[in-house]
Every structure is written in C-alpha cells, then in structure tokens.
C-alpha cells in the first residue's frame, strides 16, 4: 500500500520560513519525479516545484528565488524550502509522486500553509 506523509505545514508572518517534508513508503518505484502543488480556496491546484530522480528541478515561476526542493533518494523523502513566504503562498500543499514508467500518481493528503501579512 502506498502512502505519503505529509509535515511542516502551520502559520508564519509574511517573510517567513516554513520546510515542508513527505516520506513515501509503500510499493513506490524509485525511479520517479516527486513535487509539491498547491491548491488555494477556490482555485485549481497548481504545480509548485518537482524534481526528478535525476535531480533536475523546476519551479513555478511565482517561486522561483524564494523556494528549494530537494530530495533524498535513499529515504524516497522530498523537501520544500519556502524563504521569504507571501500571504499569496497561502494554500494547502500537496505532495506527488509520479512514476514515469507506469504513468501511476500518488498523492499525500496536504498539509495547510497559512502566511499572514
């Protein structure tokens, strides 16, 4: 059974920092791209950063500067850096693993990013 947990979420004032981690477990194939989207009240969930086995990264370009995602490999666990929050980053965040080879999507159950001005 595969599964995605979520931590890191909570407030923070404008300017702020929050790291956001999820650890994948389950029958996952390793080679995959993971990523963090965000969905904010009423709007679609957006891509916010993914990086692949590889190690490539992209990053929507509202965060580009301010955020880092990086990964560990050996643990399946993706991270995202958030410097310099906006009220604009508000949103629940959800991770992602895709696997490339079987086009399988997993998804974790969010985790609230709150950023007050």
């Known amino acids: 059974q595969a599964q995605l947990v979520e931590s890191g979420g909570g407030l923070v004032q404008a300017g702020g920092s929050l790291r956001l981690s999820c650890a994948a477990s389950g029958n996952i194939f390793s080679i995959n791209t993971m990523g963090w989207y965000r969905q904010a009240p009423g709007e679609q969930r957006q891509l916010v950063a993914s990086i692949t086995y590889g190690g490539r990264t992209n990053y929507a370009d509202s965060v580009k500067g301010r955020f880092t995602i990086s990964r560990d490999t050996a643990k399946n666990t993706v991270y995202l850096q958030m410097n310099s929050l906006k009220p604009e980053d508000t949103g629940v965040y959800y991770c992602?693993?895709?696997?490339?080879?079987?086009?399988?999507?997993?998804w974790g159950q969010g985790t609230q990013v709150t950023v007050s001005s």
């Open positions: 992602n693993v895709n696997v490339p080879i079987s086009g399988r999507n997993y």
